[in-house]
């Protein structure tokens, strides 16, 4: 019961991701993050890598660090600057397609699946955008408290898969019910759908570090968070609608 809406919306999913209409917008999202934070890293890379340096010895505590020629900790503080650019970018990515891209793919969904699914518009633009500051609070909180997880070698993949999951099961099924769903029917799937959700990010997950798939990933988790979520709905209402 748990993955055959989960495979079902993943399969749906991929076959939206080919209609005009979606594939304008798959690039958008990353390069929307890249442009930004590529232009942020050109403009200001002395200086963040120089303020990375100087956090090293709170991150590694210990005499050993003051041993470090300058030349090795700035080498590891250019590491980090740019390992930090992949969890900013996916970021940019998740929060653009939230704010731009869901409304299109909402539409997408709704009228080739759903046209009957009555819309009782419980979101606004004001519980997007608190929504998705507080998975970005928690995205951010988590990833540096684990971060010394990446150290570890598979740490380095699975945390941010993890992290990932998290972020983009909150953000998209806020966005993916917030046209149809009543306050009440998304606090019920959000409780009762949870374990299905998270199953979908956790599928989804590995897009955001495998290159050129992560290209797609943030339009493809849209898609797939949007037909499951439409797909549960329509089964929320269904004793209701027998009923009447």
Sequence with gaps: ?????????????????????????????????????????????????????????????????GSWQPGVRGFFAALLTLGMLGPLVMITAV????????????????????????????GTVAGSVW??????????????????????????????MLNSALLNQRVFRYDALSEHASAREYAALAKNARQRLFTLALLL??????????LFGPVISGLAFTHLCLAELE???KPAIAAS
């Design 1 to 65: 019961r748990v993955m055959l809406p989960v495979l079902q919306a993943l399969r749906y999913s991929m076959c939206h991701l080919m209609q005009p209409r979606v594939l304008l917008w798959v690039i958008a999202p990353i390069s929307c993050a890249l442009i930004v934070w590529g232009v942020t890293v050109w403009l200001w890379w002395g200086p963040l890598t120089a303020a990375i340096a100087g956090l090293l010895p709170a991150w590694f505590p210990g005499e050993w660090l």
């Design 95 to 122: 929060t653009v397609t939230a704010f731009f891209v869901m409304p299109v793919l909402v539409d997408v969904v709704s009228a080739s699946r759903f046209p009957t699914l009555e819309r009782m518009r419980f």
């Design 131 to 160: 929504n998705t500051v507080i998975a970005l609070v928690i995205y951010v909180v988590l990833w540096v408290v684990t971060l010394p997880l990446w150290l570890t070698g598979i740490g380095a993949i699975v945390v941010p």
């Design 205 to 214: 997950s590995p897009l955001s570090v495998i290159p050129l798939a992560n």
């Design 235 to 237: 089964s929320l209402r």
